[in-house]
């Protein structure tokens, strides 16, 4: 098993909805990131979140870290074809040792 | 500025064949991972190496050795492939305050 599980694992929405992606641990981390990946690219930051309870908004998107920094949630609202990609997060539990989670496929249908 | 460089972008193994990963980077970064991505399974840590000259073993080791040739290179290594290795595999470095990893295009590796 791995450390972080994402939830859910596919998802297929109309453009304009909204929808919130898990990541859940019972394993602590110093920060926790979210990345999106295109096909046949690595994966880019969207954002870092490193103080429990935190929220950062970045456009339409928003991040959370959990309180006890073990799980966290990216909410998409107004979702766009353009968000379409695989989400990943991924925590650093020791100083720049990081671990993924087992990602999220969205699918925005114009 | 390339940033991670890895070679090859594509490779056919037959069982039991032996290849290495090379990975390169011109950020002047102290840490280098190798990942491993398979469907359903996110991206999965092989090995690290915090600064040259140190490496130690992520979530699956097994079957892969590694090299930190210089603060430049980090490579992987496939003694003998195994169907189940086939998989893309990613090269990353971060030094940076932020710890924002960067990326390589990936290296898809198929073992028949």
């Known amino acids: 098993t791995q450390l972080l599980e994402q939830s859910p694992q596919f998802l297929s929405i109309q453009e304009g909805e909204n929808l919130t992606v898990y990541c859940n641990s019972s394993?602590?981390?110093?920060?926790l990131q979210w990345y999106r990946q295109e096909p046949g690219e690595g994966p880019v930051l969207l954002v870092t979140?490193?103080?429990?309870?935190e929220v950062k908004k970045l456009k339409r998107l928003t991040f959370q870290f959990g309180d006890a920094r073990k799980d966290s949630s990216l909410h998409i609202t107004a979702a766009q074809p353009g968000d379409t990609g695989l989400y990943l997060c991924?925590?650093?539990?020791?100083?720049?040792?990081?671990?993924f989670g087992t990602g999220t496929s969205l699918t925005v249908i114009p | 500025n390339a940033g991670v460089t890895q070679t090859p972008k594509f490779q056919v193994l037959k069982t039991g064949q032996s290849m290495t990963l090379q990975c390169a980077q011109d950020?002047?970064?102290?840490?280098m991972y190798w990942y491993r991505q398979d469907p359903g399974m996110g991206l999965r840590l092989i090995y690290y190496?915090?600064?040259?000259?140190?490496?130690d073993k992520g979530e699956v080791p097994n079957g892969y050795n590694v090299s930190r040739l210089n603060k430049r290179e980090f490579s992987l290594r496939l003694e003998s492939a195994a169907p189940s290795q086939t998989s893309v595999y990613f090269c990353?470095?971060?030094?940076?305050?932020?710890?924002?990893?960067?990326f390589g295009e990936g290296s898809r590796l198929t073992v028949l």
């Open positions: 991924a925590g650093d539990r020791t100083g720049n040792q990081f671990y």
């Open positions: 394993s602590v981390f110093s920060s």
């Open positions: 979140v490193v103080t429990g309870g």
């Open positions: 950020m002047n970064h102290n840490s």
């Open positions: 190496s915090a600064s040259e000259g140190t490496t």
């Open positions: 990353a470095t971060t030094g940076g305050v932020t710890g924002e990893l960067f």
